[in-house]
């Protein structure tokens, strides 16, 4: 590195310092004079030597650069235990800053100035969030953070572990790529949950309902249909049960892009009637709906036994999908995937992402996924009308309106398929 890139990097060492150096400065502003573990200039000047110490390791005086960021380390502990010592409770938030300076100013003076100064804004953010981030968590309750824990299971303790390759029956199972769709698809329901949470309950039924649809609408169906038929809801729960299928058929085919890009231009075409009528059906209810507040999210989406059990219903439909590669042609496979969407039509979208190239038309295995949509859209309209009785009306034709669209499709895509 010339002196051109040593002097670019002991200068980010020192914007590392000024910019959280700031953020802190501003932070404890109300702060007696002396009370403070570090301000602006000592932030400053902890990026400034820990810049230097980068450079010194970059030549080679690595024990030089160790014993540098030791002891301003040891300086900076010295005035936390001071400060503690003397009023009991010290700003350890401006001690830790501290220490990420020193990090991420040794990593830009060690040639990486961009990734230093890159983790600083994010420091920075993190730290300027602290209102925010209270906030945050006084909302939370016991269910929200058995939904953050669960999924960080499902995400991120058992994928790494899981190992490569393929066994079993036919050869049908390979873990990691089970174990990737669990998470993409309770990742679609954690992120929906969440959002539910955080905007449903403030800006009405409308989001709630839109939100929720994200992961699961038949949930969304039954409570907003529930609170309908007991007169306790505000009007706009019918255009909540029309808006949450009509992100239902927005998700399906995400899925579908996502997991089973071979059939999507011909299962978009298949379903974008439905789509269309589903999201103006949605529009005219919503636009005459009064705003209410939001009811409480559908349920915790995450769980682990359910995980569990969808991960053993997949692995099953897998070995299906493979023997019935051996044994019936197209339309036999397309009765499996019909039957596996009726249980969940997740799976049915990950069968069809992992059959063999040409086994099966893309056609017809939109048209299997198709009819699985319509059972799924049928329950629907039985729940609606079951739970709201005399004030399903308006909600139970939205519903039907897409569902005549999409028999008509699926009869349309029938009759054009070849022989």
């Known amino acids: 590195m010339g002196w051109t890139g040593e002097t670019l990097s002991l200068l980010t060492a020192l914007a590392v310092g000024l910019l959280i150096g700031i953020e802190r400065g501003w932070q404890l502003r109300a702060a007696p004079e002396g009370s403070r573990v570090a301000g602006v200039r000592t932030f400053s000047l902890l990026g400034l030597v820990a810049g230097v110490a980068g450079l010194l390791g970059q030549r080679g005086f690595s024990f030089a650069a160790g014993a540098l960021l030791l002891s301003v380390g040891a300086i900076l502990t010295a005035g936390y235990v ?19 300076v020193l990090a991420l100013a040794f990593l830009a003076g060690l040639g990486s100035p961009a990734l230093g ?6 420091v920075t ?7 925010e981030a209270h906030g945050f968590i006084a909302r939370l309750d016991a269910a929200d ?17 899981l190992p490569d390759g393929t066994f079993g029956p036919y050869d049908a199972w390979d873990l990691r790529k089970l174990w990737l769709v669990v998470v993409l698809v309770t990742g679609f329901s954690f992120l929906g949950y969440v959002a539910n949470r955080i905007f449903g ?9 839109v939100i929720g649809g994200a992961y699961s609408s038949t949930a969304v169906t039954q409570s907003l249909s529930q609170r309908l038929g007991s007169g ?8 909540g049960i029309a808006l949450a299928s009509a992100v239902m058929y927005l998700r399906v085919l995400i899925l579908v892009g996502v997991l089973a890009t071979s059939i999507l231009p011909s299962f978009a075409l298949l379903i974008s009637p439905a789509l269309g009528v589903g999201w103006i059906a949605a529009w005219w209810l919503t636009s005459t709906a009064p705003r209410t507040e939001g009811p409480a999210p559908p349920g915790n989406p995450i769980a682990l036994l359910p995980a569990l059990g969808f991960v053993l219903f997949l692995a099953a439909a897998a070995v299906a999908a493979r023997w019935a ?6 339309e036999g496979i397309a009765v499996l995937i019909f039957i596996m969407g009726s249980l969940d039509v997740d799976a049915a979208i990950v069968t069809v992402g992992g059959l063999q190239p040409g086994l099966i038309s893309a056609e017809l295995a939109s048209l299997a996924l198709g009819g699985t949509i319509l059972a799924n859209m049928a329950v629907k309209l039985g729940i609606t009308v079951a739970y709201a009785r005399t004030q399903a009306r308006p909600a139970a034709v939205a519903l039907a309106a897409s569902m005549v669209a999409l028999a008509a499709s699926l009869v349309f895509g029938w009759a054009a398929l070849p022989g």
């Open 82 to 100: 001071m400060r503690m010592r003397q009023d009991g409770r010290p700003d350890a938030t401006s001690a830790v800053a501290g220490v990420a």
């Open 117 to 122: 100064f890159a983790g600083a804004t994010v």
């Open 125 to 131: 953010l993190i730290l300027a969030l602290r209102e």
């Open 145 to 161: 953070l058995k939904a953050l824990a669960r999924f960080s299971v499902i995400a991120a303790a058992v994928l790494p572990f």
């Open 201 to 209: 309950a403030r800006h009405g039924t409308i989001a709630t309902a």
């Open 232 to 239: 306790e809801g505000g009007g706009a729960e019918p255009a």
């Open 325 to 330: 590669e051996g044994r019936f042609g197209e």
